[in-house]
């Protein structure tokens, strides 16, 4: 009988689990660009636009399209950034080599430079 019930409990704490990571979340409205953990930038996705980010490390050129963001150029070596392709939600877009990370969430969605 324990064995029963401990299989009960392991199974409803696995479908918890499962339901937790693939259950729908709602798209973002915006983007925020940080640099070595410092927020540079908060990008609405509602409007196109195409922007250029110069660090000390490298410029990477953002467009935003059809309410998704992507890097579409940059002068790091390897250029993963690019490869991840237009997103507007989910998993952020990283480039390592210029530390800057693009992470989306749902907020004002008012475009703006942090100070």
Same mark, same amino acid.
């Given at each position: 009988?324990?064995?029963k019930?401990?299989?009960?409990?392991?199974?409803? %704490?696995?479908?918890? !689990?499962?339901?937790?990571?693939?259950?729908p979340?709602? =798209?973002?409205? =915006?983007?925020?660009?940080? !640099?070595?953990?410092?927020?540079?930038?908060? @990008?609405? +996705?509602?409007g196109?636009? @195409?922007?250029?980010?110069?660090?000390?490390? *490298?410029?990477?050129?953002?467009? @935003?399209? $059809? *309410?998704? +963001? /992507?890097v579409?150029? /940059?002068? !790091?070596? &390897?250029?993963?950034?690019m490869? #991840?392709?237009?997103?507007?939600? &989910?998993?952020?877009? %990283? !480039?390592?080599?210029?530390?800057?990370?693009?992470?989306?969430? =749902? $907020?004002?969605?008012?475009?703006? @430079? #942090? =100070?």
């Amino acid at each position: 009988m324990k064995t029963k019930t401990w299989i009960i409990l392991l199974g409803g %704490v696995f479908l918890a !689990c499962l339901t937790a990571i693939f259950w729908p979340r709602g =798209q973002a409205n =915006q983007a925020e660009i940080y !640099c070595d953990g410092r927020l540079l930038r908060t @990008v609405s +996705l509602a409007g196109d636009q @195409v922007f250029t980010l110069e660090t000390p490390y *490298g410029y990477n050129e953002i467009t @935003v399209s $059809g *309410g998704a +963001l /992507a890097v579409t150029a /940059a002068d !790091c070596p &390897g250029g993963d950034c690019m490869a #991840a392709g237009a997103r507007s939600a &989910g998993e952020p877009i %990283v !480039c390592l080599p210029h530390r800057l990370v693009i992470q989306f969430s =749902q $907020g004002a969605g008012v475009d703006g @430079v #942090a =100070q």
